[in-house]
C-alpha cells in the first residue's frame, strides 16, 4: 500500500457518550474526498457499530481506551482500524454471525452484519484476555469522477 | 434524542428524533418499555422522520417494541424512515419481521 494521503489518530475512553463524536470525527476526516450522502452514512454507521462493541464487549465492566486510525488514499480508500486493550473475543465466527449477542435484549446482535454490509473489507483480529482490532476499508466514489453512484 | 407520542385509547404514534445510537437507546428503551406498559397499544406506529441517525441499536428499539405490540396481538409498523436508517433496516434483514411504510421525504 501507497503512503496514504492524510492520517489521523485518536485515542478516547470507552464511555457511550464518545460514540456520537468518533463518528462524526470520521465523517469529518472523510469530507475531502467528497462522499456520497450514503457513503457519509455508511462509514458513520459502520464506526458506530465498531466503537459500540469496544465499549458493550472489550470493556463490560470498565473503562478502557480506544484507539482508531483513519487513513485516506489517493485512489479514494478509506482504511479505518479500531483497537482496544479489553477481554478480546474467544470465537470470532461467532461473534460475526447475524443475530449473535452476548450483550442482552438492549443489541440487536446486528453490528458485524451491518458493518459487512456497508464496508468493502471486515477484518477482525482478536486474542481473548488483550484485545481486538477491527480493520474495515471502504473505497469512496467522488461524485466528480462517478456520478453514476451518487 | 426526543420521543414524543400520540394517540386515543389503545392507538399510540411514537416519533422519535435525534440520534439513536447504544448511548441515547438505553433511555429510549427504558422510556418506551414505560410506555407500552401504561399504553398496551393495539395499533401502534413508530415515526422515524426525524432520526439524523440510528445505528444497530436502533433494530433493538424496534424489536423491543414489535415483541410488545405483538404480544398483544395488534399491529405494528414502522413509518418514514430517513434514508440513512432504511440502510441500516434493510442490511439487518428487519423489514421480513417488522412492516416498514415509506421513507422519509427529505
Known amino acids: 500500500m501507497k503512503a496514504p494521503l492524510n492520517e489521523v489518530r485518536l485515542r478516547f475512553l470507552s464511555r457511550s457518550r464518545n460514540e456520537a463524536f468518533i463518528r462524526s470525527a470520521?465523517?469529518?476526516?472523510?469530507?475531502?474526498?467528497?462522499?456520497?450522502?450514503?457513503?457519509?452514512?455508511?462509514?458513520?454507521?459502520?464506526?458506530?457499530?465498531?466503537?459500540?462493541?469496544?465499549?458493550?464487549?472489550?470493556?463490560?465492566?470498565?473503562?478502557?481506551?480506544i484507539a482508531v486510525r483513519a487513513r485516506l488514499f489517493e485512489d479514494g480508500l478509506l482504511e479505518l482500524t479500531v483497537r482496544d486493550r479489553g477481554r478480546g473475543i474467544e470465537n470470532i465466527a461467532a461473534a460475526r454471525a447475524p443475530m449473535f449477542t452476548t450483550g442482552g435484549a438492549e443489541r440487536s446482535g446486528m453490528g458485524f452484519t451491518i458493518m459487512e454490509s456497508f464496508m468493502d473489507l471486515v477484518r477482525v483480529r482478536s486474542a481473548p484476555g488483550k484485545g481486538t482490532t477491527l480493520t474495515l476499508r471502504r473505497r469512496l466514489h467522488s461524485r466528480e469522477t462517478s456520478p453514476a453512484r451518487s | 434524542m426526543e420521543i414524543r407520542w400520540s394517540g386515543e385509547g389503545r392507538e399510540l404514534t411514537i416519533a422519535l428524533s435525534g440520534e439513536l445510537d447504544h448511548h441515547t437507546a438505553k433511555e429510549v428503551l427504558h422510556t418506551l418499555d414505560a410506555l407500552m406498559e401504561e399504553r398496551l397499544p393495539l395499533d401502534c406506529t413508530l415515526d422515524l422522520s426525524g432520526l439524523e441517525f440510528m445505528d444497530s441499536s436502533g433494530i433493538a428499539v424496534i424489536l423491543g417494541v414489535y415483541r410488545r405490540v405483538y404480544e398483544l396481538a395488534g399491529a405494528f409498523r414502522v413509518e418514514r424512515v430517513p434514508p440513512q436508517a432504511a440502510r441500516v433496516l434493510g442490511a439487518s434483514g428487519i423489514d421480513r419481521i417488522v412492516e416498514i411504510r415509506g421513507e422519509a421525504v427529505i
Open chain 1, 26 to 65: 470520521v465523517a469529518a476526516f472523510c469530507a475531502p474526498a467528497d462522499p456520497t450522502l450514503e457513503e457519509l452514512g455508511d462509514i458513520k454507521t459502520a464506526v458506530s457499530e465498531a466503537v459500540t462493541n469496544c465499549i458493550v464487549h472489550a470493556y463490560p465492566d470498565s473503562l478502557g481506551w
